[in-house]
Structures are given as C-alpha cells and as structure tokens.
C-alpha cells in the first residue's frame, strides 16, 4: 500500500508545480519586482501564518493534530521581523490582507474543527517551506541583499535543526496518520490539500495584478 506521504506527494505533485509557477513568483525570482513589491508577499504570509499558527496553538492538545505542532515553525516572529527590515517601524499602517487572503486565512481557521484539513494546511505550507522556500530564500538574499535578521528570516528554520532530518520525521508522522484513518477521510485530506494549494496560488495571482495595476 502507498504510503500517505507518497499519495500526498503523487495526488498533488500538478498544483505544486502550478504554485511554483505562478508569474508573480517568476517575477520576484528574476529580480523584476522592488523590495516593497517583494514586501507585499510576506505581508500577505503574515496573515496566513497567524491563522495557521494560531489554530495550532488551539489544537496542541488535540490527539492526532498535535503531532503535527511544532512551535519552532512558528512563522509569526520572523515574518515580522521581514516586515520590519522592508518597509520599517511603521510596517503595521503598511499591509492589509488582500481578498484572495482572506479567503485562505476563513479557511485555515475553520480546519480548528477538522484536524484532517489543519494537517492539509500545515502540510502544504511548511513542508513547501522546508523545500522549494530554501533555494527562494537564496535568490532573495542575492537580489535584495538581505542578511539573517531580517528580510528573509521567514524562511530561516535554525530551530529545526537538520532540514532533511526533520523532514523526513514529518513524513513518518504523515504515514502514521494516513494510517489511522479510512479512506474516505484520505481522499478528503488530499482534496483539502488540492484545495490549499489553490488557495495559495489565487494569492500570488491577485499579487501579480496588483503589481501590474501599478506598472
């Protein structure tokens, strides 16, 4: 039997390239786009990541979700240092989520009811993070020239330890899980997944019309 981690990868592996492929993210990379445009990604993570970070606060004790807690993941504290280091103290009167954000963060925060769909959340962004974010975090740091401290810390997991390692942990407890439940409830964390992939690259497309609109 396919291990769920692998049916998660294979069922999903399209809309993560469909993600990794969003213009506004060819943009960035090509070092087309100003620190401020670049600052309007991780505004809109902020958002997300305080509804992610905060239902799994919520969730800690929960039984199955809670072995997917991790609190050095927390983004929260680095991507305000990010939003610091772009656009300075007054970052806060700077960022204000967009639709397409909005419309992620009512989702993740409705997953505080279904520890299936927070694991498809929690999945689909950090372990996108831990990967492919790695080589983005590279690129930024050439193109803007940020340094460790602020600018690109949302990408810095120093309290992780050995990226691969804990990766590879992850995916055992993703196998577990899978494990635990019919597969009925399999099919439906893959579609979430699906679904919260989506919903990500719908962010990056509205950014990508925003910076257009402003060309």
Do not use: C
Not at 168 to 182: C, H, K, N, P, V
Request: avoid cysteine; aromatic fraction near 12%.
């Amino acid at each position: 039997m396919t291990s769920f981690s692998e049916a998660l990868r294979n069922a999903t592996w399209g809309d993560h390239e469909a993600a990794e492929g969003e213009s506004y993210l060819k943009e960035l990379m090509g070092g087309r786009l100003s620190a401020a445009e670049y600052g309007e990604m991780v505004a809109q993570h902020h958002f997300a990541y305080a509804a992610l970070d905060s239902v799994s606060r919520e969730l800690a004790d929960h039984p199955v979700a809670g072995r997917f807690v991790f609190p050095e993941l927390y983004r929260e504290p680095a991507l305000e240092r990010d939003l610091a280091t772009i656009y300075g103290d007054g970052w806060r009167d700077r960022i204000a989520p967009s639709k397409a954000t909005r419309t992620l963060v009512a989702r993740i925060e409705q997953m505080a009811g279904w520890p299936g769909g927070y694991v498809a959340h929690h999945y689909t962004r950090y372990m996108g993070d831990l990967s492919g974010g790695q080589f983005i975090r590279m690129e930024l740091q050439r193109i803007y020239g940020y340094a460790k401290g602020g600018g690109v810390d949302f990408y810095v997991f120093d309290q992780v330890g050995s990226l691969p390692r804990f990766k590879q942990e992850y995916r055992s407890r993703l196998d577990a899980f899978g494990e635990t439940i019919d597969e009925r409830e399999r099919e439906r964390v893959i579609r979430e997944v699906k679904l919260a992939y989506q919903l990500n690259t719908e962010v990056l497309a509205e950014l990508l019309d925003s910076v257009r609109a402003v060309a």
